[in-house]
């Protein structure tokens, strides 16, 4: 049984529906002093106390939103942020590894546009993806639209997973965006998630499908599972 944790980052602990508390403090303090090795350590510690979807959902990205609110007060520096994202890439970046196959019959591809570097969301969406036994193509993200819809192509992916974390206007980031939801093929479905995705939700619909919250990531992912089963 997988226990549910709400996490606040403003107190020192994450409380489960379990009524056990999961402290955090040591791993606020470790990126308060920015200290590699304890921060490395106590996300290892709170990931192996956790399935994937509660380290994603419910301990990397409410710190990471954490780090980047205290940065715009300025209550902690630039590289209390960079840390955080480079111990949490590394983190997450071997879990997707580790739950890698190779024989999936359903592959995802996931990235950012152009000019988007925040790749933590889809990262965590990726391994959501792997630990399901889906195939994971991750792209990094500030991928142009050309070499977004040649990769998918490439791939034989079924699934483009679009994370949107910056509200981009104007016409270049328009045209970006049409060329690549003309240039995938009508059997590719596009998914788009993210804090920004409802801004450009006009452009992506119909083509896309826009991801409100994570749950409904989860539904499309338990989908494409079992679709990919019926094919094994």
């Not at 749950?215 to 992912?221: I, W």
Request: proline content about 4%; hydrophobic content about 45%.
């Amino acid at each position: 049984r997988h226990t549910r944790f709400k996490c606040d980052w403003s107190s020192d602990v994450c409380s489960s529906d379990l009524s056990l508390p999961l402290n955090t403090e040591a791993l606020r303090q470790a990126l308060a002093t920015l200290d590699t090795a304890a921060l490395d350590h106590e996300l290892s510690r709170l990931a192996a106390s956790l399935s994937p979807g509660e380290l994603v959902q419910d301990v990397l990205l409410p710190a990471m939103r954490e780090a980047g609110d205290q940065w715009h007060r300025a209550q902690c520096g630039i590289a209390h942020e960079h840390l955080l994202s480079a111990t949490m890439r590394s983190l997450l970046g071997s879990f997707v590894r580790i739950h890698a196959r190779r024989d999936a019959h359903v592959r995802l591809v996931f990235t950012t546009p152009s000019g988007d570097r925040h790749e933590i969301g889809i990262l965590g969406a990726a391994l959501l993806a792997a630990s399901r036994g889906l195939g994971v193509s991750y792209l990094g993200p500030d991928l142009p639209a050309a070499d977004i819809v040649e990769a998918v192509r490439a791939s034989h992916a079924q699934v483009l997973v679009l994370g949107l974390t910056l509200e981009q206007t104007g016409k270049a980031f328009a045209r970006a965006l049409s060329a690549m939801l003309d240039g995938l093929s009508p059997s590719v479905e596009i998914w788009a998630g993210g804090p920004a995705a409802s801004r450009p939700a006009d452009r992506l619909q119909p083509r896309a499908l826009v991801l409100g919250d994570f749950s409904m990531y989860l539904q499309q992912l338990d989908r494409v599972a079992q679709v990919g089963q019926r094919l094994s």
